[in-house]
């Protein structure tokens, strides 16, 4: 039974940073391409980031400078640094995997609040 279970997020100010964290299980995570993806009340999900197998990033642009996906397989774990937040970066945030394709099964999400 495939689970992905994400973490991390909060209430933070403009300019600030967060660590999201994904532990999956019930996928061989090790050959998994993984993502992070994230919604804005209102708006279409959208992928910010990527890894694949072996650990070679992709970002979004509206991402690419501040944040990092980074992955480690013996903890079956997927990561996404956050710097420099602004209130656009307000959204749930999901991770998923591929190995062909993006799944259809979606965690809960973490949500993310940046805001004075």
């Known amino acids: 039974q495939v689970r992905l279970v994400e973490s991390g997020g909060g209430l933070v100010q403009p300019g600030g940073s967060l660590t999201l964290s994904c532990g999956a299980s019930?996928?061989?995570?090790?050959?998994?391409?993984m993502g992070w993806f994230r919604q804005a009340p209102g708006k279409e999900r959208e992928l910010v980031a990527s890894?694949?197998?072996?650990?070679?990033?992709n970002y979004s642009d509206s991402v690419k400078g501040r944040f990092t996906i980074s992955r480690d397989n013996a903890k079956n774990t997927v990561y996404l640094q956050m710097n420099s937040l602004t209130p656009e970066d307000t959204a749930v945030y999901y991770c998923n995997y591929a190995v062909h394709y993006w799944s259809t099964y979606w965690g809960q999400g973490t949500q993310v609040t940046v805001s004075s």
């Open positions: 890894i694949t197998s072996d650990s070679s990033p």
């Open positions: 019930g996928i061989i995570f090790s050959i998994c391409r």
